[in-house]
Structure formats: structure tokens, C-alpha cells
């Protein structure tokens, strides 16, 4: 590939590979930064004697260099290793805690979740992110980014997933920087009433203003949800239906404030600034122009971690556009994801930086091949022909994440996006023009209405294609080696097709037979297999058995299982799904499970395991020395109490305890 011979390309892949390698062999910042300062010493060495930068020795220690940089950088990212952190504290036990509110997350009913910063413990400068959710009440009102509370409290950690193929919350807020979280009521806290303001805050109450404006120019609440998420990137709003709606049609990204419309935004600045490419410096003059207006966009929306990536990554392509040359597009993207990730390294690892990425080197790669392949003459085939190479382009880009992350793929992809993408340059467009006008209090309401059927309009084509649900591929198993192969596979076969050698074919076609291969045996693997759970469900008791790809559920209240088993389905393979309800006992081989429940009736047969449910009041130890089990095991719907006496008690008998809430989802062993 023509791309690799250039110098910024091969140095950001070299950094990724840096930052790879730091994420999955963690160590101490001595050995990264050993490794950087030997490299780039070796490096000033070759360059003073040789005077030469074209050498394979100083190119091959230049990309080792970046390497280690990678490394060195996601190393120093980790918190702990940050000498003010707060797990360098000795205790963090019910101290005092004063705390910064960075981020405003999606509410529930029960209660209103934060990340903040603690910047103190027990008056002492600290630094580190938590998780902050408080509870609601009639007197608890939303905090607001960069507000500041003190509290007297202790962190808890976040636990790690509890079943099998569950999503891992706890990883993913590592990821952020995220180590541990607390939990108040509205009586455990006070708050300052001069915090210290930053620019995200200043950002925030910005985005709130005009919320507060729009929210009385008359628009239905759904149509407001969706203006919110297009203009100011705030989700929150938005119901789960129309969510789904946009995600079964594969129009999500139109919610998502990132990539797409900051280039869609460029695009239009380019066109109405045009002109000024007449003026002396005009070129110079109107990049500017276009740098600040994209960073006053990006103050508008809030400044999220998505709109500053986005806008970051534009503005380099916007400065690749001013040199109006093709393959600087490849180097300038190339360049800010190196910038990018030499701050902030723990964006590579997340879905959004990885799909916008994606998505927009897909479409200058593979874009201007589907326009070469087929060229028409006629203007409006032609316009709806480059939107639809751009959608596929795109689309070929994201599909290994979205298969990977979401497990759908909508197969109306293309239609979505023919019908809206047109349009949304003028959404945007009129968007703005209603912020400005609700702002300055003249916004007229034919205007509002206007904009209210527009977005009402696009709501409706888009729940029309969701509604097309045979048209809709759910519940995919993609694994990380599924992943890796169909990426090389796209790779090939856009290598094939732009340079259709024999060599290029039969690599792409070699693939291929390893992928189905791959996927032929997990799906023979999986059809083999035979285990028996006991699943984590607060409140309730479920009992899962899987044999080949089907699976029976035992839990009378099968309604909870239902989402909790979604992503075990996917990931097994399942294709039969059966439920019944629980009885008081179960033969597994030559094992034997009992139940015992609320009404703490058992059988006398002995040497069984015990699963206790619903929290039974029993005397413990008296059934232990008439049944004598094997093991006990308590899962979620038994009280905390409860389960801390058998715990004690199980422990003084020697007896092996598995509380699930602890513990995860308990396997049996069938194999004896």
C-alpha cells in the first residue's frame, strides 16, 4: 500500500503499537522512560555523525522511538501511577472529600450520577476520577459541571462484571481514568457556593443557556431530544424508542455529535467562505476563519471529549484541504491521531475515537475508487451516486466495530443515509440559525415550526426503515479474532479490486477460507459445550443450562433474565431459548442441587449443594448437620444480612460459601 511509504503514517502506526503494547503489558514508568531516553540518545548520535535522516538505521531507530513514546505515554496515563493520586493515600476510609463535577451523566429514576474530580482529601491536594451518584429526592437538584462539593465519606470500588460475556463496566470506566465511585444522599454533602470555573465549565453553563431558550420556543419534547443531541451533543433526553429507532436504522451517528457533522460543518464553511480566497492571503485568511468557528462550535456543544476529538481531527483536514493536495489528506489524518494520542493515549480504546477514525480514513481511501469505478453523467445521479459511495465507504470502515461492539448490522444503511445526509447540512444549517435567534429572543415561530417538522419528518423516515426489521441483523457473535480477520479482509479486498493482481486475489481469497474456517469451528466448539450456572440477578433466582446452542432458563421470574441473558446468547451462539419454572431439587449427572426458599421446606436426602434463595429463615448450622452438603451457594435475592451470618457461619464449619454477589455466577462442575 501506497500509504505506508509515508513518514507520518508509519510513525502513528508505530505509536499505536507502542500504546497496545503499554495497555496489555502494564509496568512502571522507569522501564518506558529507560527505554525513550536510550532510544532518542541513540537516535541524536546517528544524526550527528551521519548528518543523514534517509539512512535505514536512523529510520528504523526514529520508529522504535515512537514506540516506545507510545508506550511511555499510555503508561503515564494510568492514575496510579501519578504521584497526587489518591490511592497513594494510606487510608481513604470516611475522610473528608472535597470534590469537582467534570461531567454530567444520564440520570435514572432513582438517582443522579457525576464524574468528578477529588481535589482534596482531608484538606490535602489530590487528583483522580470517581464515579458520583446521588440519590433523588424531593430536595435534590442537578449539579452542573465544574460545581464543587465536600462530603465526609468512603470510596467503594467498582465491581468487575458478575456473569459471564456481561458487559464490563469496570473496565470500561479504567479506561476513563475511572478507579472507584461513592454514594450520597442529599443530606451527605454540602456545596461550595464559589467553586473555582474552568473552561468546560463556562462551556457547560453556556450549553445549559441555550437549552433553557429552546426548551421555551415550543418544541415537542422528542423533536427538542433530537435538536439537543444534534446541536449540543447531549443525549440524555433522548427515550429509549427513539434511540433504538436510530440505531436499527443505521443512522445512529446522526445523535452522535462527532465526525459527521463537523464535516459537514467544514464542507459548509468552505462554500460560504469561499470568496474570500479573493482576497491577498484569502487561503490563510479563511483556514482561520474556519479554525476559530469550528472551535466556537465545539465551545457551543460543551466541549465533551467527542466534539474536541472531532474538531481537532477536522481542523487538520481543514489545513490539508488549504494545501490542496490529495495525499496530504492521509497525513494530516495520520497527524492528528498521532497528536491526539500522544495526550490523550486512552482514547484509542475508545468506540467512538476508533469509529470516527474509521470511518472518515474509509471514505478517503476507498471513496475516490467507487467514483472511479463508475462515473455518470447526469448530475443528480451523479450527487446521489457520491453520497451513496460515501455511505458504503464509510460503512466498510465502521463494520468490524459496530459487528464487534453492538453485534447488529442494519442492512438499510444506505437508505438512511440517502434520505437524510442530503438534508443534514441544512439541519445543521437552520439549527444554528434557531440557537442565534432563541438567544437574542426574536426566534419567529414559523421558524420554529418549521424546524419542528423537519425534525419530526426525519424522526419518521428513520422509524420507518427501523420498523423493516428483516432488513435488521441482530444478535451477531463477533469475537477479537473475527475482528482482526474481517479488518484484513476489507483491507484485501479493496487491495484487490484497486490493483487487481493475482498475488492480491488469492491473499484476499486465502482469508476468506481462514475466517470461515475460524467461525465454522466456534460455532462446532460451542455446539459441544454443556454447563450449568447459577446466574447474578438482584432480586431474583435463575438457573441457566446450556447445552450445544440451546438454552433453558429455570427462574419464576423469567421477565428479569431476559436483558441480563441478551449478551451470553450472543456470545455462546444460542438459537433455542427455553424457560421453566424452578423446582426443589435437580439431578446434574451424578450431582444433586437443592433449593431452599422463603418457606425453608427441604428434603433430607444429604451430601447435595445448597442453593439458598429468597432468604430463608433457617438455622444454618442445624441444617448443616442433618444434610451435610457439599457446598452452599446464595445468590441475588437473598438480604445482605442474611448472607453475612452464613457466610460466618460456613467459614466456622469449613464449608465452601459462593455468594454470587461476590463471588460472580457459580459454575458446577459436571465433569465429576
Same mark, same amino acid.
Given at each position: 500500500?501506497?500509504?505506508?511509504?509515508?513518514?507520518?503514517?508509519?510513525?502513528?502506526?508505530?505509536?499505536?503499537?507502542?500504546?497496545?503494547?503499554?495497555?496489555?503489558?502494564?509496568?512502571?514508568?522507569?522501564?518506558?522512560?529507560?527505554?525513550?531516553?536510550?532510544?532518542?540518545?541513540?537516535?541524536?548520535?546517528?544524526?550527528?555523525?551521519?548528518?543523514?535522516?534517509?539512512?535505514?538505521?536512523? $529510520?528504523?531507530?526514529?520508529?522504535?522511538?515512537?514506540?516506545?513514546?507510545?508506550?511511555?505515554?499510555?503508561?503515564?496515563?494510568?492514575?496510579?501511577?501519578?504521584?497526587?493520586?489518591?490511592?497513594?493515600?494510606?487510608?481513604?476510609?470516611?475522610?473528608?472529600?472535597?470534590?469537582?463535577?467534570?461531567?454530567?451523566?444520564?440520570?435514572?429514576?432513582?438517582?443522579?450520577?457525576?464524574?468528578?474530580?477529588?481535589?482534596?482529601?482531608?484538606?490535602?491536594?489530590?487528583? $483522580?476520577?470517581?464515579?458520583?451518584?446521588?440519590?433523588?429526592?424531593?430536595?435534590?437538584?442537578?449539579?452542573?459541571?465544574?460545581?464543587?462539593?465536600?462530603?465526609?465519606?468512603?470510596?467503594?470500588?467498582?465491581?468487575?462484571?458478575?456473569?459471564?460475556? %456481561?458487559?464490563?463496566?469496570?473496565?470500561?470506566?479504567?479506561?476513563?481514568?475511572?478507579?472507584?465511585?461513592?454514594?450520597?444522599?442529599?443530606?451527605?454533602?454540602?456545596?461550595?457556593?464559589?467553586?473555582?470555573?474552568?473552561?468546560?465549565?463556562?462551556?457547560?453553563?453556556?450549553?445549559?443557556?441555550?437549552?433553557?431558550?429552546?426548551?421555551?420556543?415550543?418544541?415537542?419534547?422528542?423533536?427538542?431530544?433530537?435538536? %439537543?443531541?444534534?446541536?449540543?451533543?447531549?443525549?440524555?433526553?433522548?427515550?429509549?424508542?427513539?434511540?433504538?429507532?436510530?440505531?436499527?436504522?443505521?443512522?445512529?451517528?446522526?445523535?452522535?455529535?462527532?465526525?459527521?457533522? *463537523?464535516?459537514?460543518?467544514?464542507?459548509?464553511?468552505?462554500?460560504?467562505?469561499?470568496?474570500?480566497?479573493?482576497?491577498?492571503?484569502?487561503?490563510?485568511?479563511?483556514?482561520?476563519?474556519? $479554525?476559530?468557528?469550528?472551535?466556537?462550535?465545539?465551545?457551543?456543544?460543551?466541549?465533551?471529549?467527542?466534539?474536541?476529538?472531532?474538531?481537532?481531527?477536522?481542523?487538520?483536514?481543514?489545513?490539508?484541504?488549504?494545501?490542496?493536495?490529495?495525499?496530504?489528506?492521509?497525513?494530516?489524518?495520520?497527524?492528528?491521531?498521532?497528536?491526539?494520542?500522544?495526550?490523550?493515549?486512552?482514547?484509542?480504546?475508545?468506540?467512538?475515537?476508533?469509529?470516527?477514525?474509521?470511518?472518515?480514513?474509509?471514505?478517503?481511501?476507498?471513496?475516490?475508487?467507487?467514483?472511479?469505478?463508475?462515473?455518470?453523467?447526469?448530475?443528480?445521479?451523479?450527487?446521489?451516486?457520491?453520497?451513496?459511495?460515501?455511505?458504503?465507504?464509510?460503512?466498510?470502515?465502521?463494520?468490524?466495530?459496530?459487528?464487534?461492539?453492538?453485534?447488529?448490522?442494519?442492512?438499510?444503511?444506505?437508505?438512511?443515509?440517502?434520505?437524510?445526509?442530503?438534508?443534514?447540512?441544512?439541519?445543521?444549517?437552520?439549527?444554528?440559525?434557531?440557537?442565534?435567534?432563541?438567544?437574542?429572543?426574536?426566534?419567529?415561530?414559523?421558524?420554529?415550526?418549521?424546524?419542528?417538522?423537519?425534525?419530526?419528518?426525519?424522526?419518521?423516515?428513520?422509524?420507518?426503515?427501523?420498523?423493516?426489521?428483516?432488513?435488521?441483523?441482530?444478535?451477531?457473535?463477533?469475537?477479537?479474532?473475527?475482528?482482526?480477520?474481517?479488518?484484513?479482509?476489507?483491507?484485501?479486498?479493496?487491495?484487490?479490486?484497486?490493483?487487481?493482481?493475482?498475488?492480491?486475489?488469492?491473499?484476499?481469497?486465502?482469508?476468506?477460507?481462514?475466517?470461515?474456517?475460524?467461525?465454522?469451528?466456534?460455532?462446532?466448539?460451542?455446539?459441544?459445550?454443556?454447563?450449568?450456572?447459577?446466574?447474578?440477578?438482584?432480586?431474583?433466582?435463575? *438457573?441457566?443450562?446450556?447445552?450445544?446452542?440451546?438454552?433453558?432458563?429455570?427462574?419464576?421470574?423469567?421477565?428479569?433474565?431476559?436483558?441480563?441473558?441478551?449478551?451470553? %446468547?450472543?456470545?455462546?451462539?444460542?438459537?433455542?431459548?427455553?424457560?421453566?419454572?424452578?423446582?426443589?431439587?435437580?439431578?446434574?449427572?451424578?450431582?444433586?442441587?437443592?433449593?431452599?426458599?422463603?418457606?425453608?421446606?427441604?428434603?433430607?436426602?444429604?451430601?447435595?449443594?445448597?442453593?439458598?434463595?429468597?432468604?430463608?429463615?433457617?438455622?444454618?448450622?442445624?441444617?448443616?448437620?442433618?444434610?451435610?452438603?457439599?457446598?452452599?451457594?446464595?445468590?441475588?435475592?437473598?438480604?445482605?444480612?442474611?448472607?453475612?451470618?452464613?457466610?460466618?457461619?460456613?467459614?466456622?464449619?469449613?464449608?465452601?460459601?459462593?455468594?454470587?454477589?461476590?463471588?460472580?455466577?457459580?459454575?458446577?462442575?459436571?465433569?465429576?
Amino acid at each position: 500500500m501506497q500509504l505506508l511509504k509515508f513518514v507520518p503514517i508509519k510513525l502513528t502506526l508505530f505509536l499505536v503499537a507502542g500504546i497496545l503494547f503499554g495497555a496489555f503489558f502494564e509496568s512502571s514508568i522507569a522501564i518506558p522512560f529507560t527505554l525513550t531516553c536510550i532510544t532518542l540518545f541513540a537516535l541524536a548520535v546517528l544524526f550527528l555523525k551521519t548528518k543523514h535522516t534517509n539512512t535505514p538505521l536512523f $529510520g528504523l531507530t526514529a520508529l522504535s522511538l515512537t514506540f516506545f513514546i507510545g508506550y511511555l505515554s499510555i503508561t503515564l496515563a494510568y492514575p496510579t501511577n501519578k504521584p497526587s493520586h489518591y490511592l497513594k493515600s494510606d487510608n481513604i476510609i470516611q475522610k473528608e472529600l472535597r470534590l469537582k463535577i467534570t461531567d454530567v451523566l444520564k440520570s435514572n429514576t432513582f438517582s443522579d450520577r457525576y464524574y468528578a474530580d477529588i481535589i482534596e482529601i482531608d484538606k490535602r491536594t489530590t487528583s $483522580g476520577k470517581i464515579v458520583v451518584t446521588i440519590s433523588k429526592d424531593s430536595t435534590t437538584s442537578l449539579l452542573k459541571i465544574d460545581d464543587e462539593l465536600i462530603t465526609y465519606n468512603s470510596l467503594k470500588n467498582i465491581k468487575p462484571p458478575l456473569n459471564p460475556h %456481561q458487559f464490563n463496566y469496570k473496565k470500561y470506566l479504567e479506561g476513563l481514568g475511572v478507579l472507584d465511585q461513592v454514594y450520597l444522599k442529599n443530606t451527605d454533602y454540602i456545596s461550595l457556593e464559589k467553586p473555582n470555573r474552568t473552561v468546560y465549565g463556562l462551556a457547560a453553563n453556556w450549553r445549559n443557556t441555550i437549552l433553557t431558550k429552546l426548551k421555551k420556543e415550543g418544541f415537542t419534547p422528542e423533536n427538542l431530544s433530537v435538536i %439537543q443531541a444534534l446541536l449540543l451533543g447531549q443525549r440524555n433526553d433522548i427515550s429509549e424508542e427513539t434511540y433504538d429507532n436510530y440505531k436499527d436504522a443505521g443512522a445512529i451517528h446522526i445523535l452522535a455529535l462527532s465526525g459527521l457533522h *463537523i464535516g459537514v460543518l467544514l464542507l459548509i464553511l468552505q462554500f460560504l467562505l469561499h470568496p474570500i480566497e479573493r482576497l491577498m492571503h484569502g487561503k490563510k485568511i479563511k483556514l482561520i476563519i474556519i $479554525g476559530i468557528l469550528l472551535w466556537g462550535f465545539a465551545f457551543l456543544a460543551g466541549l465533551s471529549a467527542s466534539i474536541v476529538r472531532a474538531v481537532t481531527m477536522f481542523s487538520f483536514l481543514a489545513y490539508a484541504m488549504y494545501l490542496n493536495r490529495p495525499t496530504n489528506s492521509f497525513n494530516i489524518l495520520a497527524l492528528s491521531l498521532f497528536f491526539i494520542l500522544l495526550i490523550q493515549p486512552n482514547y484509542l480504546f475508545q468506540v467512538g475515537f476508533q469509529m470516527s477514525y474509521a470511518a472518515v480514513f474509509a471514505i478517503l481511501w476507498i471513496y475516490p475508487m467507487l467514483q472511479r469505478f463508475w462515473f455518470p453523467k447526469n448530475k443528480i445521479v451523479k450527487y446521489f451516486w457520491q453520497l451513496l459511495s460515501v455511505s458504503i465507504a464509510a460503512q466498510l470502515g465502521v463494520l468490524p466495530i459496530s459487528l464487534f461492539y453492538f453485534h447488529q448490522f442494519p442492512g438499510l444503511f444506505f437508505v438512511a443515509n440517502l434520505l437524510i445526509l442530503p438534508f443534514l447540512g441544512i439541519i445543521l444549517g437552520i439549527g444554528i440559525l434557531v440557537i442565534i435567534l432563541s438567544l437574542a429572543d426574536i426566534l419567529p415561530s414559523f421558524i420554529t415550526d418549521s424546524y419542528n417538522h423537519i425534525i419530526s419528518a426525519m424522526n419518521s423516515i428513520v422509524k420507518w426503515i427501523a420498523n423493516q426489521e428483516v432488513f435488521i441483523f441482530k444478535n451477531i457473535s463477533f469475537d477479537t479474532l473475527q475482528l482482526l480477520l474481517l479488518c484484513t479482509l476489507i483491507f484485501l479486498m479493496i487491495t484487490a479490486l484497486s490493483k487487481p493482481k493475482f498475488k492480491n486475489f488469492i491473499s484476499f481469497l486465502l482469508v476468506i477460507i481462514i475466517f470461515q474456517s475460524y467461525t465454522f469451528i466456534s460455532r462446532y466448539t460451542s455446539s459441544k459445550t454443556h454447563e450449568v450456572i447459577v446466574w447474578h440477578q438482584s432480586r431474583s433466582t435463575g *438457573i441457566i443450562e446450556k447445552s450445544g446452542t440451546t438454552l433453558h432458563l429455570l427462574s419464576n421470574d423469567a421477565p428479569n433474565f431476559e436483558y441480563p441473558l441478551k449478551s451470553y %446468547q450472543i456470545a455462546e451462539r444460542i438459537t433455542v431459548f427455553h424457560t421453566d419454572s424452578l423446582r426443589n431439587s435437580y439431578n446434574l449427572g451424578l450431582k444433586k442441587i437443592t433449593l431452599i426458599d422463603s418457606l425453608s421446606i427441604y428434603p433430607t436426602s444429604k451430601n447435595n449443594t445448597i442453593l439458598l434463595t429468597q432468604s430463608p429463615k433457617i438455622n444454618l448450622d442445624r441444617l448443616i448437620d442433618s444434610l451435610q452438603p457439599i457446598a452452599l451457594i446464595a445468590d441475588g435475592s437473598n438480604y445482605k444480612s442474611a448472607i453475612a451470618l452464613w457466610k460466618a457461619t460456613c467459614a466456622k464449619r469449613k464449608l465452601p460459601f459462593h455468594y454470587t454477589g461476590e463471588k460472580g455466577a457459580y459454575y458446577f462442575n459436571l465433569e465429576n
